[in-house]
C-alpha cells in the first residue's frame, strides 16, 4: 500500500495560494460581467480581509445601497497594479507613497484615509534575538539579522512587506541580501503569521491580523509602539475616466460609506468585544451630539 506523506502547514498553505491565485485571475476575467450585473469590485489588501473587518462591514453597505461589493484581497503593490490598470473600481490599501504616486499618475482621483491601526514585530516568546530589548522597530530588525534568527517575510510587495523593506534599510541592512534563516511566502498576512507560527520565526504584522490569528500560532508581541510602525489604511477611487458611470458613482458610494459617522463607529468597535480593544482607529469619527 502506498502511504502519502501529509502536507506541512507550509504546504498546505502554499497549495491555497495556488488556488488564490487561479481564483483571482478567473474572477478577473468575469469582472466586467460581474459589475454589469450591480457589484462593485473592490480591490484590497489582505489584512483587511483576514481581520474581519471586511466581513462585518460590507453586508452593512449592501443593504444600505444595494450594491454588493465582490472583493478581490491582494497585497496593496498588486491592488495598486490593478488600480492602475484598470481593473477595480475602488481600492482599500495601506501603501502611502504607492497610492499618492497613483493619485500623481492621474489613475486614481482621490485618496481618503479611512483608518489606522499600527505594525507589530512578534515572534516566539523565548526571543532569541531579544527583541523585546530593542531601543527601535530598525534596531529589532537589525538584532533579528545579526542573531540569524528566522524570519517570515510577505515578500509580495505588499503594504506589509514594504514597510519591512523601509526598517531594513534603516537598519543598514541590505533587504536583497537575506540571512540563510528569512523566510519569503510570498502570500497574504494571515498565511505569513501561520508560517511564522510553525517555524517559530519573527514577523512583521498589523496588529488587526495578528490579534485574529494569536490563538492559532503561538507568538507575542516584541515590538514597542514608534512612530515607524504606524499602519494608515486608505480609499482610492479609480479615475472614472476609466470607468462606466454607473461604477464610478458605486465607487464614491463605498468612499461615502466608509466615511459615514455610523460605519466609522462600528469600525472603532470592531474587535473590542472579542479582544477587549479595537483593530483599527477610525480617522474620521466625530463625538455624538449631546442629547
Known amino acids: 500500500m502506498i502511504r502519502l506523506r501529509p502536507f506541512s502547514a507550509i504546504a498546505a498553505i502554499r497549495l491555497r495560494v495556488l488556488c488564490l491565485s487561479i481564483a483571482v485571475w478567473a474572477l478577473l476575467a468575469c469582472s466586467e460581467k460581474a459589475v454589469d450585473d450591480g457589484d ?11 481581520s474581519g473587518l471586511l466581513a462585518a462591514l460590507l453586508p452593512v453597505f449592501e443593504e444600505q445601497t444595494g450594491v ?3 472583493v478581490i484581497a491582494v497585497g496593496s503593490g498588486a491592488a495598486l497594479r490593478m488600480g492602475r490598470d484598470g481593473n477595480a473600481d475602488v481600492l482599500l490599501s495601506h501603501a502611502p507613497d504607492g497610492e499618492e504616486a497613483l493619485v500623481a499618475s492621474g489613475a486614481a482621483v482621490s485618496r481618503t484615509p479611512i483608518m489606522e491601526n499600527f505594525f507589530v514585530i512578534a515572534g516566539p516568546p523565548e526571543d532569541p534575538a531579544r527583541v523585546r530589548y530593542a531601543s527601535s522597530p530598525a534596531d529589532a530588525i537589525r538584532r533579528i539579522a545579526d542573531s540569524s534568527a528566522r524570519f517570515a517575510s510577505r515578500g509580495d510587495d505588499s503594504g506589509t512587506h514594504r514597510r519591512e523593506v523601509a526598517l531594513m534599510k534603516e537598519a543598514g541592512l541590505d533587504p536583497e541580501a537575506r540571512w540563510p534563516s528569512f523566510l519569503s511566502s510570498g502570500a497574504g498576512m494571515g498565511q505569513t503569521l501561520q508560517i511564522a507560527g510553525e517555524k517559530r520565526a519573527y514577523v512583521l504584522s498589523d496588529i ?6 494569536q490563538e492559532r500560532i503561538e ?3 516584541l515590538s514597542k509602539s514608534a512612530p515607524s510602525l504606524r499602519n494608515v489604511y486608505s480609499v482610492l477611487r479609480v479615475n472614472p475616466d476609466r470607468l462606466d458611470p454607473v461604477r ?4 464614491e458610494q463605498f468612499e461615502a460609506f466608509m466615511l459615514d459617522p455610523e460605519t466609522q463607529r462600528r469600525i472603532a468597535n470592531f474587535g473590542r468585544e472579542r479582544f477587549g480593544r479595537p483593530l483599527f482607529r477610525p480617522l474620521h469619527l466625530e463625538p455624538r451630539p449631546e442629547p
Open 40 to 50: 462593485l469590485l473592490l480591490v484590497t489588501t489582505t489584512s483587511v480581509r483576514d
Open 248 to 251: 464610478a458613482e458605486r465607487s
Open 68 to 70: 454588493r461589493a465582490q
Open 219 to 221: 507568538l507575542e508581541v
Open 208 to 213: 488587526g491580523t495578528f490579534l485574529a490569528f
